[in-house]
């Protein structure tokens, strides 16, 4: 079993900043791309940011110059920091990440719980 566990959720005021965690746990060989995604209500789930196990970053033009996503592969996690929130920011935030349990299985992608976000005043 592999598990994505998300944490940093919360209520901020527009402008304000807050840090998103994610970590995932169980039998995990390796972890390819990460990311996040989140769904607003009534909207589809959207590209938030990834990030390659090597570094690498893609930022959806929403969100460029605002947030910024790292990873640790030493905890197999990764992070989303996010600052000068707006409130067309809020929506539930997901992680997301491609995962191989074993070396003989193919990668899958594997989804967090989700964390609630809400910018407002």
């Known amino acids: 079993q592999v598990q994505l566990v998300e944490s940093g959720g919360g209520l901020v005021q527009p402008g304000g900043s807050l840090r998103l965690s994610c970590a995932a746990s169980g039998s995990i060989f390796s972890i390819d791309d990460m990311g996040w995604y989140r769904q607003a209500p009534g909207k589809e789930r959207e590209l938030v940011a990834t990030?390659?196990?090597?570094?690498?970053?893609n930022y959806a033009d929403y969100v460029k110059g605002r947030f910024t996503t790292s990873r640790d592969n030493a905890k197999n996690a990764v992070y989303l920091q996010m600052n000068i929130l707006k409130p067309e920011d809020t929506a539930v935030y997901y992680c997301?990440?491609?995962?191989?349990?074993?070396?003989?299985?193919?990668?899958?992608?594997?989804w967090g719980q989700g964390t609630q976000v809400t910018v407002s005043s």
């Open positions: 997301n990440a491609v995962i191989t349990r074993t070396s003989y299985l193919l990668p899958r992608e594997y």
């Open positions: 990030i390659t196990s090597g570094g690498r970053t």
